[in-house]
């Protein structure tokens, strides 16, 4: 059994788990990756860091537009990697990041199908942040001083983003409670209550793992 610990997180549009993420991370004084991803993602496999923008937790159907994109692609000159959509070789890319990290340092991760990446690793708690719309509707009119209306556009559409992602790419579905190791409502519990509450049952997966 790994002493190492990496907790990923799922989270839905103004839940806050972006926030707890990072805070989780800052209290078990580790790393939280979230956009640092892809950065090391690029690195790694060569490709332009602004393709990683572009493709982040957002899935193309249009294969015109993947080839289009894939002349701007930089390196991954490997035979298996040359006639794959741009796409899919940023979320390889991602998801060989993703299984590096896990496999070298204990860490908190943001998104990105962090999950279904690690699902063999034993030392992992997958997490799903949700929340009552009213109180996702409030923070995101806070965080980006916009009305009522645009707040709750923006929460469908980047919810639908990261679900079509999430589906396209694993073989689970986004915020079904199977598809993760705990689901937390933070309007019940407050960001400080859901930081306990993971510390807490990864403590107790822990224990539990060594005496299967």
Known sequence: MSDKLIITIGRECGSGG???GQKLAEEM???????????LAAKKSGLCRELFETHDEKPTSSFLYSLVMDTYSLGYTNSAYMDMPINHKIFLAQFDTIKQLASEESCVIIGRCADYAL???????????????????????????????????VMIKTDKKRASY??????????DSKSYDLCINSSKTGADGAIK???????????YAKIK
């Open 18 to 20: 972006r926030h707890i």
């Open 29 to 39: 004084g580790v790393k939280c990756y979230d956009k640092e991803l892809l950065t």
């Open 119 to 153: 699902a063999e690793f034993p030392n992992v708690v997958s997490v799903f942040i949700t929340a009552d719309e009213d109180v996702k509707i409030r923070t995101l009119m806070e965080r980006h001083q916009i009305s009522e209306a645009q707040a709750r556009d």
């Open 166 to 175: 999430y589906n396209y790419y694993s073989s689970k579905r986004w915020g």
């Open 197 to 207: 509450v993971i510390r807490e049952f990864a403590r107790i997966k822990q224990e």
